[in-house]
C-alpha cells in the first residue's frame, strides 16, 4: 500500500500527521508530504488518515 497527497487539494490542517505520523509530515511549504520510503503496511494507519483528511487530498493504493 501507498499514500499519495495530493498537493493542489491539501490544506494543511495537519490530521493526516496526527493520525499517521510514520508516514505523514508537515513539510516547510504547509502541506502534508508522504514521508520518503515510509511504508503505510507496516504503518497500519493510511486509510484511517486519508478518511480523516477534510478534503481528500490523500489517496491509498
Ligand atoms: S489531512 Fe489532508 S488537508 Fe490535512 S494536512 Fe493531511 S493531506 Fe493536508
Request: glycine content about 10%; hydrophobic content about 45%; overall charge negative.
Amino acid at each position: 500500500m501507498k499514500a499519495i497527497v495530493d498537493l493542489n487539494l491539501c490544506i494543511g490542517c495537519g490530521a493526516c500527521e496526527g493520525i499517521c505520523p510514520q508516514v505523514f509530515r508537515m513539510e516547510s511549504d504547509g502541506l502534508a508530504h508522504v514521508i520518503e520510503g515510509a511504508d503505510c503496511d507496516a504503518a497500519g494507519c493510511c486509510p484511517d488518515a486519508a478518511e480523516s483528511c477534510p478534503v481528500a487530498a490523500i489517496a491509498v493504493e
